[in-house]
């Protein structure tokens, strides 16, 4: 159920789970894409006449009260995106939240404190769950990117009032259906990153569900020294090489086609003037490490996605944040740009470096859709069912 089906909310209290937890640096906000993205979901309901109380989670606070981990600067950063006020209270449970609830005229916003501030939170306690739902009469979850977390503001909560899918919920799930659900095919998946140990299940789901699946960053590098060949200084898992053959036998069984690098870019260290050279992927010197893949690699990748219709995207393919080092990430990115606005192909990234990634190669608007989910994106891909999004589906009946 989204909002197209919550009807007219007038009057209603609205308890709208948001995902407020953005990047901070210095008592900064260094990116503001979540706060832009829930905006829409806020401004609807109060155009109509809701009373939207908004909550989240900010960081990890364990269940104590830590003033460094307080939502209140982000009233002013929500008022800023909404044009409009926004109240504040201290608490997201009890007397605090309940008087500030009951000031709420028709059309107000109100932002009540992390809701990790209590250890009812993580732990989906019953009676934290039932403290929320006494503040409202419907439930909104616009908190896809904590939708992997059974927590009583995103599961229990939903399980005592009506729920809904807010707007920028209702996008995730839609993109991701496209991406995976129900995909356009053939499907490229490109899959980088540092460590295979971090995206076992995802390799497993995705060589399952894929026609191509292109492994980049450092852990194409344990994929090469499975196979037997010289990796010189390059990060890799020697702990995984068994686990890396067996992705490739089971991607092999389920005709998933693997695209392995071909050619890498390697250095003797992982500096921005470190002099570089483009090598075969068996021939790494002993003395350097692989920090990108080469341009016959970009080529092959490429000619995939031009015969492609759908690409998943999660991991920079080389170390992006330190030039030159960023050159297949961005060629790559760029070229998914071109494909999609020419309207070839559908293509969804996400899931934490990816965004920044993409945003570096300048086409973070240019792709079909970006998830602003880190975990709840990967956990997504390896084919879980995410509570968050389960909780919304058995949610009781709207009153
Ligand atoms: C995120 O930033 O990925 C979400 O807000 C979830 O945060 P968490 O990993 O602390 O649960």
Not at 294 to 316: D, M
Request: charged content about 25%.
């Amino acid at each position: 159920r989204t909002l197209d089906q919550l009807g007219d909310p007038r009057g209603k209290r609205v308890l709208l789970r948001a995902d407020l937890n953005v990047p901070v640096k210095d008592g900064a906000i260094t990116d503001r894409t979540r706060i832009e993205r829930l905006t829409p979901t806020i401004r609807e309901l109060a155009d109509k006449g809701a009373r939207v109380v908004v909550i989240s989670h900010f960081d990890r606070p364990k269940g104590r009260r830590v003033p460094e981990m307080s939502l209140r600067p982000l009233v002013e950063a929500l008022a800023a995106a909404l044009h409009r006020p926004v109240a504040w209270a201290d608490d997201c449970v009890g007397p605090a939240a309940e008087t500030a609830v009951a000031a709420l005229r028709d059309g107000e916003v109100l932002l009540l404190e992390n809701t990790r501030f209590h250890p009812g939170e993580e732990k989906n306690d019953p009676e934290m769950a039932k403290a929320l739902a006494r503040l409202a009469d419907v439930y909104v979850n616009d908190a896809f990117s904590a939708a992997h977390r059974a927590h009583a503001s995103t599961e229990g909560v939903a399980r005592l009032l009506p729920a809904y899918a807010g707007r920028l919920m209702q996008a995730e799930l839609e993109a991701l259906d496209a991406a995976l659900g129900n995909p356009a095919r053939p499907v490229v998946a490109i899959v980088g990153g540092a460590k295979v140990s971090t995206k076992l299940d995802l390799l497993g789901n995705l060589s399952r569900r894929v026609e191509v699946l292109v492994i980049g960053g450092a852990m194409a590098n344990t994929f090469l020294a499975a196979q037997g060949r010289p990796v010189g200084r390059s990060l890799q898992e020697a702990e995984m090489h068994g686990t890396a053959r067996r992705i490739l036998e089971e991607a092999r069984a389920a005709n998933c086609e693997v695209v392995l690098p071909l050619d890498l870019v390697v250095a003797a260290e992982l500096r921005p003037d470190a002099p570089t050279r483009t090598v075969p992927a068996d021939a790494i010197p002993a003395d350097m490490m692989a920090l990108d893949l080469g341009p016959e690699t970009v080529a092959a990748i490429e000619a995939r996605l031009r015969r492609a219709s759908t690409l998943v995207w999660n991991g920079p393919l080389g170390a992006f944040e330190t030039p030159p080092f960023d050159a297949a990430t961005v060629a790559v990115a760029q070229t998914v740009a071109a494909l999609t606005q020419s309207g070839a192909l559908k293509s969804i990234a996400g899931g934490g470096d990816t965004v920044s990634a993409l945003r570096h190669a300048e086409v973070l608007d240019r792709l079909s859709y970006v998830s602003t989910a880190g975990g709840a994106f990967l956990e997504w891909l390896e084919g879980k069912t995410l509570p968050g999004v389960a909780a919304l589906e058995a949610s009781p009946p709207a009153r």
